[in-house]
């Protein structure tokens, strides 16, 4: 649990139109009987904005009605998120974490990007991790066919794949080898109405810039797919260090150029003259680096980045990445 002089930790729900989401946060909210948790509800609706805090049981539950809440109602978003942070300084009300579940149709990257930009919402809260929901009869068809399903696959620190019972093996193989190439790094996960451990989907600190990045060297070995996906992801390995200015001024570029198709991207960077990793991480076009753990005398001081995004040049970034690099010697 987080006190109440602490930042809160934020689970996104996010996943395409009837993966179940719902279902899964009533699941944590049936759990989790120890815990207190506020609830934000995007759901498209005739009424007008309508976010008056009902009081359940032990959770307090805001709804947002009538728009997206990437987009039409960020604003009340943010301004959500700051009346419960003041309500709860107050002792008004008594909760310790934020689950957030948006609409099907929302982009999960704008709402995301709240955290970082919005001073008042920063200040109170962190994102520990975006769940996405995959509805596994019919997640092939939607992502042949919507952009934005790709994307909230790529957002993803974990992936739950429902409706898992209603398809043959060999469907959920492909299904599952397919999620993979969009999204190597995160997690794949069951989820049969609801029910998945919740010690994988909270605290999982998935977002957290200053947590330790741990980014397995052969994740991306398989390369061959059939589909032609727009999200994709690669990493980018380096065995030489980085030029500091150099890289300052390739990443600003990179972030400037294709920031808008930047989903996420983080890496453990090896920069010369400092101690220690740099661990960098980014969401569209904001990105911070903090420093990692030191690099001990018998390390092999090499680097790793992961991109994930829409239709990125991956040869145009790797080679500016690469002149970024620190010249090897002449000799």
């Given at each position: 649990?987080?006190?109440?002089?602490?930042?809160?930790?934020?689970?996104?729900?996010?996943?395409?139109?009837?993966?179940?989401k719902?279902?899964?946060?009533?699941?944590?909210?049936?759990?989790?009987?120890?815990?207190?948790?506020?609830?934000?509800?995007?759901?498209f609706?005739?009424?007008?904005?309508?976010?008056?805090?009902?009081?359940?049981?032990?959770?307090?539950?805001?709804?947002?009605?009538?728009?997206?809440?990437?987009?039409?109602?960020?604003?009340?978003?943010?301004?959500?998120?700051?009346?419960?942070?003041?309500?709860?300084?107050?002792?008004?009300?008594?909760?310790?974490?934020?689950?957030?579940?948006?609409?099907?149709?929302?982009?999960?990257?704008?709402?995301?990007?709240?955290?970082?930009?919005?001073?008042q919402?920063?200040?109170?809260y962190?994102?520990?991790?975006?769940?996405?929901?995959?509805?596994?009869?019919?997640?092939?068809?939607?992502?042949?066919?919507?952009?934005?399903?790709?994307?909230?696959?790529?957002?993803?620190?974990?992936?739950?794949?429902?409706?898992?019972?209603?398809?043959?093996?060999?469907?959920?193989?492909?299904?599952?080898?397919?999620?993979?190439?969009?999204?190597?790094r995160?997690?794949?996960?069951?989820?049969?109405?609801?029910?998945?451990?919740?010690?994988?989907?909270?605290?999982?600190?998935?977002?957290?810039?200053?947590?330790?990045?741990?980014?397995?060297?052969?994740?991306?070995?398989?390369?061959?797919?059939?589909?032609?996906?727009?999200?994709?992801?690669?990493?980018?390995?380096?065995?030489?260090?980085?030029?500091?200015?150099?890289?300052?001024?390739?990443?600003?570029?990179?972030?400037?150029?294709?920031?808008?198709?930047?989903?996420?991207?983080?890496?453990?960077?090896?920069?010369q003259?400092?101690?220690?990793?740099?661990?960098?991480?980014?969401?569209?076009?904001?990105?911070?680096?903090?420093?990692?753990?030191?690099?001990?005398?018998?390390?092999?001081?090499?680097?790793?980045?992961?991109?994930?995004?829409?239709?990125?040049?991956?040869d145009?970034?790797?080679?500016?990445?690469?002149?970024?690099?620190?010249?090897?010697?002449?000799?």
């Amino acid at each position: 649990m987080t006190d109440s002089q602490s930042q809160i930790p934020v689970t996104l729900i996010t996943g395409f139109l009837g993966a179940g989401k719902t279902t899964l946060l009533n699941r944590i909210l049936t759990e989790r009987h120890e815990e207190r948790i506020a609830v934000i509800e995007n759901e498209f609706g005739e009424a007008g904005i309508d976010h008056e805090l009902l009081v359940q049981g032990e959770e307090q539950i805001v709804e947002m009605n009538n728009g997206c809440i990437c987009c039409t109602v960020r604003g009340d978003l943010v301004r959500i998120l700051g009346e419960l942070a003041a309500r709860r300084r107050a002792g008004a009300l008594v909760f310790d974490r934020v689950v957030i579940e948006t609409t099907g149709l929302a982009d999960p990257g704008p709402v995301a990007q709240t955290f970082f930009v919005e001073p008042q919402v920063s200040a109170s809260y962190f994102i520990d991790a975006v769940l996405t929901l995959v509805d596994a009869k019919h997640a092939m068809r939607q992502l042949d066919e919507h952009g934005l399903a790709q994307e909230q696959v790529g957002f993803a620190d974990r992936i739950l794949i429902s409706k898992s019972d209603l398809v043959q093996a060999q469907e959920l193989a492909a299904l599952q080898a397919r999620l993979a190439r969009i999204n190597p790094r995160a997690e794949q996960l069951p989820v049969h109405f609801g029910a998945a451990p919740l010690e994988r989907l909270l605290d999982v600190r998935g977002f957290d810039l200053n947590a330790i990045l741990d980014i397995e060297p052969d994740f991306l070995e398989d390369a061959h797919h059939a589909h032609d996906d727009a999200i994709a992801s690669f990493a980018f390995r380096a065995e030489r260090e980085f030029d500091r200015d150099r890289l300052s001024e390739n990443l600003g570029a990179m972030v400037l150029v294709y920031g808008r198709d930047l989903l996420r991207y983080k890496g453990i960077l090896a920069v010369q003259g400092l101690p220690h990793r740099l661990n960098v991480q980014g969401v569209h076009m904001l990105m911070g680096a903090v420093p990692g753990r030191p690099w001990a005398a018998d390390d092999r001081r090499a680097s790793t980045m992961v991109f994930i995004g829409r239709n990125l040049p991956r040869d145009v970034i790797e080679r500016g990445l690469n002149d970024a690099l620190v010249p090897e010697p002449a000799w």
